[in-house]
């Protein structure tokens, strides 16, 4: 039996990648598994993951500032909760469709889906987003 010594290495160099980093390919490029297509938005889900006031800090300051780690994200809003906890919102914020992450080296980056959430309901982002703050009381 003969052996492609090439194919072989190239082989063991894919799964090596796909171990350390978790991501078939390396640790660059868009994660599409948890990305809705546009198609599956729902706006049950969009107006509950908006609801909560720390995801909507977080979307609020994706909208201003632009594409952002995860890290200078959870600054930038003034978040003082945990990062698993940030994790989690994040989570809820992708599955609605509302932002996608990338990874770029070993960076996370997010940002809003503005035109496809447009695309699909219209005016809603602008609407959420320009509303003034609920005061307490």
Known sequence: MKIDIV??????????TTFRT?????MDGVISEVHPALQDFR?????????????LAAVRTLAAKGESPCTRLQRDAGLTISRTTFSHHQKV???AGIIAARVRGTER???L???DLDMRYPG???AILNAPADQPG
Do not use: C, K, N
């Open 113 to 115: 889906r503005r035109d």
């Open 109 to 111: 980056l997010l940002s």
């Open 124 to 126: 809603l982002l602008d």
């Open 7 to 16: 194919d072989t290495y190239q082989r063991l160099i894919a799964i090596d």
């Open 93 to 95: 914020l992708r599955e």
């Open 22 to 26: 978790g991501y078939p390919g390396g």
């Open 43 to 55: 706006l049950a889900a969009i107006l509950t993951a908006l609801a909560d006031p720390a995801r």
